[in-house]
Antibody
Framework: EVQLVESGGGLVQAGRSLRLSCAASGFTFDDYAMHWVRQAPGKGLEWVSGISWNSDNIGYADSVKGRFTLSRDNAKNSLYLQMNSLRAEDTALYYC?????????????????WGQGTLVTVSS | QSVLRQPPSVSGAPGQRVTISCTGSSSNIGAGYDVHWYQQLPGTAPKLLIYGNDYRPSGVPDRFSGSKSGTSVSLAITGLQAEDEADYYCQSYDNSLSAYVFGPGTKVTVL
């Protein structure tokens, strides 16, 4: 059974940093791209960042580029999102999501499993 | 403002058929990127409903179907049931943004 468990969320002041983690199990982690998708309270879904199976390709939404850094540790089946210079508009539920295609070509992915999310609240 | 456009809401009586459109442009759907659909029930994580424009993951009822024509795609729900009340999002990739993009979501209400 595929499981994605996020952690690291919390309340933080604007300008500070936070590191999110996602522990994956139930599938061959290093065969799939992994992503973070967020949802602000009462709003829609927004893709934040994604990383290829081998970390060669990493993409970011314009809204977080230069502030967030995505990485993965295939030996630990884990995904990380380092969030710096946090802003009030980063307040959201952050979901870890598994790519749906093995060794996917960038741009062709979708997300077949999602975690339950970790809440990040940035106070201004 | 979302790159992909969806109606904010659709509704139907139990048993009826409803469709949700998702319209893009030449830098996303029109460029040939696939569209995928997610269902989000209240208070839960999104669930993959349709991938690759018209493929259903195992376990998704065949009441849900996807189609694509040019720069528009649609999600159809036939035999609408009360449990289908949820938000539905389309998703694709935009090569001018170099980013994955979602539509704003459509709320389905079962009357």
């Amino acid at each position: 059974e595929v499981q994605l468990v996020e952690s690291g969320g919390g309340l933080v002041q604007a300008g500070r940093s936070l590191r999110l983690s996602c522990a994956a199990s139930g599938f061959t982690f290093d065969d799939y791209a992994m992503h973070w998708v967020r949802q602000a309270p009462g709003k829609g879904l927004e893709w934040v960042s994604g990383i290829s199976w081998n970390s060669d390709n990493i993409g970011y939404a314009d809204s977080v580029k230069g502030r967030f850094t995505l990485s993965r540790d295939n030996a630990k089946n884990s995904l990380y999102l380092q969030m710096n210079s946090l802003r009030a508009e980063d307040t959201a539920l952050y979901y870890c999501a598994k790519g749906g295609v093995e060794i996917v070509v960038p741009g062709m992915d979708f997300w077949d499993y999602w975690g339950q999310g970790t809440l990040v609240t940035v106070s201004s | 403002q979302s790159v992909l456009r969806q109606p904010p809401s659709v509704s139907g009586a139990p048993g009826q058929r409803v469709t949700i459109s998702c319209t893009g442009s030449s830098s996303n759907i029109g460029a040939g990127y696939d569209v995928h659909w997610y269902q989000q029930l209240p208070g839960t994580a999104p669930k993959l409903l349709i991938y690759g424009n018209d493929y259903r993951p195992s376990g998704v009822p065949d009441r849900f179907s996807g189609s694509k024509s040019g720069t528009s795609v649609s999600l159809a729900i036939t035999g609408l049931q009360a449990e289908d009340e949820a938000d539905y999002y389309c998703q694709s990739y935009d090569n001018s943004l170099s980013a994955y993009v979602f539509g704003p979501g459509t709320k389905v209400t079962v009357l």
